[in-house]
């Protein structure tokens, strides 16, 4: 496969999966209500923010 033709197919599986997550957050919000939806978010962010500042620091 020539680099051409990995760029439509990166974009394509980039496009589902923002609508993949969307859906999932759709979701939660119907079922659980939106304070839920909001803390389970800032979760989410604070856990990838702590991975990521872990991960770095140990790659130093």
């Known amino acids: 496969m020539t680099g051409r033709n990995l760029n439509p197919s990166f974009m394509l599986m980039g496009d589902i999966g923002n609508g993949a997550g969307t859906a999932i957050w759709g979701a939660v919000s119907a079922g659980?209500?939106?304070?839920?939806?909001?803390?389970?978010?800032?979760?989410?962010t604070l856990m990838g923010c702590l991975f990521h500042g872990v991960y770095w620091t140990k790659r130093k």
Do not use: E, I
């Open 32 to 44: 659980a209500g939106y304070v839920l939806t909001y803390a389970l978010a800032g979760v989410s």
